[in-house]
């Protein structure tokens, strides 16, 4: 159980155009979704959280209307980049919370890379 | 703010080895959990050990043990027996409520 999906796992698009990126928890309700960014060779930075029908909050930093985050239901989050750059280039990963779990626990996406060309 | 620190860009084991991997973190806090995860060449992040921050009790899973020293803001972890499929980045996390840091990440290679 407790297993996290995201799509797609791997996505090229054109400088300018918006991408949106889906993350579902498969088997279990989630009450919070984390959506980090991973650049080579360093760590997870987290870029926003977001909770189930309520507005994601965005750490210092992260362009709130650059990365759209929508949390529309228990099973889903999308993260849209919206008029992607050369420099939004990453590997995207997604964490869930388990409603029924301990508050503690989070279970992560298996990430998107994204390529802006 | 918390901080997390890993000194270790990259450590190397000889398989059936045993090697121990640091962290130190900063935080007023006293009730968190610190977590050790692993990722893969595939870059999923998997889940290898969690403590409890009000345990005093250090956390073991099968090969992987840490030592948590909360008064020195230090949680080791010391994988025994190390195999193989153990090579991996291994990043440090402190979580407090809704918040989650991780570290630098230490690059862990095992030599047949």
């Known amino acids: 159980g407790a297993v996290v999906s995201q799509h797609p796992s791997w996505v090229i698009c054109k400088s300018g155009t918006s991408v949106k990126i889906e993350c579902r928890s498969l088997?279990?309700?989630?009450?919070?979704m984390f959506w980090y960014r991973q650049f080579p060779k360093q760590s997870l930075m987290l870029m926003a959280t977001s909770n189930e029908g309520s507005k994601a909050t965005y750490e210092q930093g992260v362009e709130k209307d650059k990365f759209l985050i929508n949390h529309a239901s228990l099973t889903l989050s999308t993260l849209t980049v919206t008029s992607a750059h050369p420099e939004d280039s990453s590997f995207y990963i997604c964490?869930?919370?388990?409603?029924?779990?301990?508050?503690?626990?989070?279970?992560f996406g298996p990430g998107t890379r994204l390529t802006v060309l | 703010a918390q901080t997390v620190t890993q000194s270790q860009p990259e450590m190397s084991v000889q398989e059936a080895e045993t090697v121990t991997l640091s962290c130190t973190y900063d935080t007023s806090e006293s009730d968190y959990y610190l977590f050790w995860y692993k990722q893969p060449p595939s870059r999923q992040m998997i889940l290898v050990i969690r403590q409890e921050a009000y345990k005093q009790q250090n956390a073991t899973e099968n090969r992987f043990s840490v030592n948590f020293q909360k008064a020195a803001k230090s949680f080791s972890l010391k994988i025994s027996d190390s195999q193989l499929g153990d090579a991996a980045m291994y990043f440090c996390a402190y979580h407090r409520t809704y918040k989650y840091i991780f570290g630098t990440g230490t690059r862990l290679k095992v030599l047949a």
């Open positions: 088997d279990f309700q989630a009450t919070t």
């Open positions: 964490s869930a919370r388990a409603r029924d779990r301990g508050l503690n626990e989070q279970f």
